[in-house]
């Protein structure tokens, strides 16, 4: 047992701690607003469910602009200045949510999210990757989605006891304290050097985006994970506006049932992770189908058949199996991208798999405002079938895949 505790130490570079210091505090800012956005916009500032969706989805739409921009310019000047840059705009995106009062302004601080949102996740996943040893990448993009969710389930349990529909100011000091926690992180990645690159072995075809568009499968790749984020993530926007309408769940059990989501994330990453080497990785990503189709199956259930504290029992349930999911999508994503890109594209791999989740994040909200105002209910029993047949289609893509991208590595413990 203590072997097998010490080889879940994931043996990362201090710079890669330090990075993910960074990342706590400011994944705690991101969860103190995440759960209460849509309630702010809808309940609070009186803008529609489908307009609300629309602000959301702005954010991931500027995003899909930015992204590939961002990309190339990661490869030209490196991951840590893009990151600042990214930091800068999504401080005053998220911060200026608090002075919104009509659906224009929210759309105004959407496109500076979105900008924002666009350049940082190609910048910290290409700087993570860069710090670390290729046989550590799935332990590192692994320990970065535990702090990620670490800080976003301690904010969402803080937001829930701040928040309250009944006095708007409370959701403005989130905002703020979200947007300074972007600032926050400014000083943590003054302490992290941008990876040397040294002789590394060129891309064929030259770097660019052509390059990157001729990997079919890497294009396989991102297509299966548009679908899993639209069908899935996406009900991270739709869930708290539907458990307080639909359930009549208050602010502070919407904290709560973010904060289970956490609980098991942080538990169980790691060992998921652990876990996952020497399989093969879309299997994983089959799996993963199928659990995220059953956690969103009960969310339904609590709106129909429980109401308040037992239908934030249910839902607490719904997203613990939730989280599962996603420790087996963290323990494939990141490193799989990471493992099928040259060096010198690294960050246009990563900022056009950064594309599949904005395209998700997009669509999943833009959609879902409506398909929740017409059909509260309905919209949580379609998705599941979305996830069945991109499930069916990672096992499909498989054979495209190089062989040695095919498993995730086996590591020794040091």
Known sequence: M??????????????????????????????????????????VRGISLGTAGLVLGTNAAVSLIVGPVTGSLVDRFGGRRMLNVALVFLAAGYGGLALVHEAWQGFATAILMGIGNGAFWPAQSTLIAGLTPVERRTSAFAMQRVVMNLGIGLGALTGGLIASAEHPG???ILFVLDGLTFLAYLAFVR???DPQRGSRPRAEGGPGYAV????RAFLGVISVNTIFIFAGFAGFDLLPVYAKNEAGVAEQAIGLIFFVNTVVIVLAQLPIAKLAEGHRRMRVLALLGVVWAASWLLVPVAGLAFEAASAAVLLAVAMAVFAIGECLHGAVQAPLVADLAAPEVLGRYMALSALSWQVGFMLGPALGGFALAYAPHGVWLAAPFARQITAAAALVLEPRLPVRARR?????AA
């Open 2 to 43: 203590l072997r097998w505790l010490r080889s879940l130490d994931p043996q990362l570079p201090q710079a890669v701690y330090t990075l993910q210091g960074g990342g706590l505090l400011n994944a705690f800012g991101n969860g103190i607003v995440l759960p209460f956005t849509f309630i702010y916009l809808h309940n």
């Open 212 to 215: 990157v568009l001729r990997d």
């Open 408 to 412: 995730t590595p086996l590591v020794q």
């Open 170 to 172: 409370t959701f403005e």
């Open 191 to 193: 302490f992290v050097p």
